[in-house]
């Protein structure tokens, strides 16, 4: 099936303690992305790579990192700069200006 | 510099009555405009897009959505709501060749038997 695999679904982080969602995709797109949700609120969005070893920052970029070594992975970091990470993760990939397309999400937990 | 508004937070229909989801934008120039669904803890999923074709888009799971320039809308509807589209309704807007997409905060639709 083609589509958008995030993992975990669930994950706990402890303070000081960085963490990393993966994100593949086997759709042959060169743009991916990451978003964060929060309870009630639309999407923001944290990152996104136009290709392969190129990233930019999004509105909420700090406390998180990226790379993007391989077309079909875009993994986020939430490093322990972030203050408040709790919330849903969703990677995205698409053409620019066209349908983007999510993965499944993943919650991530302070504890 | 784009935006959007979705003008209810919270929708209540009674099942096999009309849905209305409304959608407001702006954008100084042709926009690309889409409605994704999300279902409790899931990633979204594309209902319809409008990509400058025809103003009035049909989606999957009987949803059409009409795109008025005059009135920079685009509002979601189905003729009759069914119990399995309670879920929250994103409109989002961006542009030909883009990387941005402005995201609406949402509208929560819930379906009443």
């Known amino acids: 099936d083609g589509g958008i695999t995030q993992s975990p679904k669930y994950l706990f982080r402890k303070e000081g303690q960085n963490v990393t969602l993966s994100c593949e995709q086997n759709l042959n797109h060169d743009a991916m992305y990451w978003y964060r949700q929060d309870p009630g609120q639309g999407l923001r969005l944290i990152y996104y790579?136009?290709?392969?070893?190129?990233?930019q920052k999004g509105d909420i970029a700090e406390g998180y990192s990226v790379s993007r070594e391989k077309k079909e992975s875009f993994p986020l970091t939430v490093t322990s700069a972030q203050k408040n990470p709790t919330a849903f993760y969703l990677c995205a990939s698409g053409e620019p200006g066209n349908t983007i397309y999510f993965g499944e999400g993943s919650w991530l937990t302070v504890v | 510099a784009q935006s959007v508004t979705q003008l209810d937070s919270h929708v209540s229909v009674s099942e096999g009555t009309p849905v209305l989801l409304r959608c407001n934008y702006s954008s100084s120039y042709s926009p690309s405009l889409f409605w994704y669904v999300q279902h409790p803890n899931k990633g979204l999923q594309l209902l319809l897009k409008y990509t400058s074709a025809a103003t009035l888009v049909k989606g999957i799971n009987g949803f059409e959505a009409e795109f008025k320039k005059s009135e920079t809308s685009f509002h979601l509807t189905k003729p009759s709501a069914h119990m399995s589209d309670a879920a929250e309704y994103f409109c989002?807007?961006?542009?030909?060749?883009?990387?941005?997409?402005?995201f609406g905060t949402g509208t929560r639709l819930k379906v009443l038997a």
């Open positions: 790579s136009q290709i392969v070893n190129d990233f």
């Open positions: 989002v807007v961006s542009g030909s060749g883009t990387y941005k997409y402005i």
